[in-house]
């Protein structure tokens, strides 16, 4: 079974500044530092553009786990998605849309999909653990864009 869930933010900067800062290499490692993610291969630094890969190293449950995305669609400064290529998951798709909110803010919405990685047992992990984690990364990663 797919997993779907979505996050709203709310971040006091205008739109293409936080759509800028949601595709720099570098803004992504600073805030992953608590998993140790970074950069292995691909765009390992500054702005990943459409059609673009970057092959992401990081530690999550003790466990290192490797994962290669590409930009997908790309529509500056709208929304972009980027896809899993290579990695631990079946299918993993990350929609992030930018609203530009009457004040100035910018509401950021990040929709997520993905299918675990093997059979009836990955399916529990899914739906019972990695979902609700992978929900903690994307706060994390929001709370820092916001400052």
Known sequence: MTVRFEVETVIPAPREKVFDLSLDIDTHVASMAASKERAVAGVVTGVIGLGEEVTWRATHFRVPFTMTSRITELDRPRRFVDEQVR????????EHVFEEASDGRTKMIDRISFDAPVG?????????????????????????LGG
């Open 87 to 94: 990695g631990p998951f079946r299918r993993f798709r990350h």
């Open 120 to 144: 009836a047992v990955g399916r529990l992990v899914e739906w019972a653990f990695l979902g609700r984690y992978i929900r903690g990364l994307i706060l994390e990663r929001n709370r820092y």
